[in-house]
């Protein structure tokens, strides 16, 4: 079945790490998204009238897409860094059906500011990076990277940082 990768915003790494509690087990698995999906990779969460308690959080997007994947991608794509030198993530939560990630500030703002031409110089670079799963087409892969961005805009609009929740 494999691993799903919900990305979401929240303000703050301790609002971060009750998100998967505030779901619960049935909740993790509800936007699931496909590997090549176009248009949106995921609904939104979070707008069920639960906007004013302390475990809201912004929106989300599911995915097949390794965050490691994500940062890779944007990191070589979009400011040439070598693959070898691509950080890791921050790890906020490790429990025994779930982890929680943040994405650091070094990929989410190259993100943000790309512009078309560097979002379309990273899809195609990252199509033809030999021996990995995820899509091959540069033109699925520049859309994936515009509803990356679109993201991390609005979460940046909200105060919100970029986590990534990831369960089997």
């Known amino acids: 079945m494999g691993v799903t ?35 949106r990779l995921g609904e939104l969460f979070g707008q069920d009238g639960r906007e004013g308690s302390e475990e809201t959080f912004s929106g989300g997007l599911s995915t097949k897409i390794k965050p490691e994947t994500m940062s890779a991608m944007v990191l070589t794509g979009i400011q040439g860094i070598p693959l070898s030198a691509v ?21 989410v703002e190259p993100l943000r500011k790309a512009d078309e031409a560097e979002l379309g110089t990273a899809a195609f670079i990252w199509s033809t ?8 087409d540069a033109f699925v892969i520049y859309q994936m990277l515009h509803e990356w961005q679109d993201f991390a805009n609005r979460l940046h609009d909200a105060g919100h940082q970029l986590y990534c929740l990831m369960w089997p």
């Not at 009750?18 to 496909?34: F, I, Q, S, Y």
């Open 87 to 107: 950080p890791p993530l921050e790890l906020i939560v490790l429990h025994p059906d779930y982890a929680v990630f943040q994405l650091p500030h070094t990929v």
């Open 5 to 39: 990768y919900k990305y979401f915003g929240a303000p703050d790494r301790a609002t971060a790490a009750r998100v998967p509690t505030a779901l619960g087990r049935d909740g993790l698995g509800l936007d699931a998204g496909e590997l090549g999906t176009l248009g």
């Open 129 to 136: 990076v030999p021996d990995r799963r995820g899509p091959r």
